[in-house]
Nanobody
Framework: QVQLVESGGGLVQAGGSLRLSCAAS????????MGWFRQAAGKERELVAS????????NYGDSVKGRFTISRDNAKNTVYLQMNSLKPEDTAVYYC??????????????????WGQGTQVTVSS
């Protein structure tokens, strides 16, 4: 099992930027794909972005393409989400997640087996 702790959320004005971080511990971070999800009030959780263990493969949700960037530092056991040009509709709780299986790129939410506690991002208009 892996433990995930998110940080970096907060309140920002529309058009602004935030960087989320997720620190992982408990297993070999460098062998597992990672992802960021979000859940807005009254809505289902959705994939924001995912990254393979080597950073060679990236995937983004349509609503964030061109604005958000996922990255990771395997030496620091940390995955990041750089969020630029934020919009009020980006307001949500953001969750970090780790893939269930090593060296497998997750396709579905069920492919992620460990979750952080979430961090709130609020974008004001």
């Amino acid at each position: 099992q892996v433990q995930l702790v998110e940080s970096g959320g907060g309140l920002v004005q529309a058009g602004g930027s935030l960087r989320l971080s997720c620190a992982a511990s408990g297993r070999t971070f460098s062998r597992y794909a990672m992802g960021w999800f979000r859940q807005a009030a009254g809505k289902e959780r959705e994939l924001v972005a995912s990254i393979s263990w080597s950073s060679a493969r990236l995937n983004y949700g349509d609503s964030v393409k061109g604005r958000f960037t996922i990255s990771r530092d395997n030496a620091k056991n940390t995955v990041y989400l750089q969020m630029n040009s934020l919009k009020p509709e980006d307001t949500a709780v953001y969750y970090c997640a780790a893939a269930r299986s090593q060296l497998v790129f997750p396709t579905f939410e069920g492919d992620f087996g460990s979750w952080g506690q979430g961090t709130q991002v609020t974008v004001s208009s």
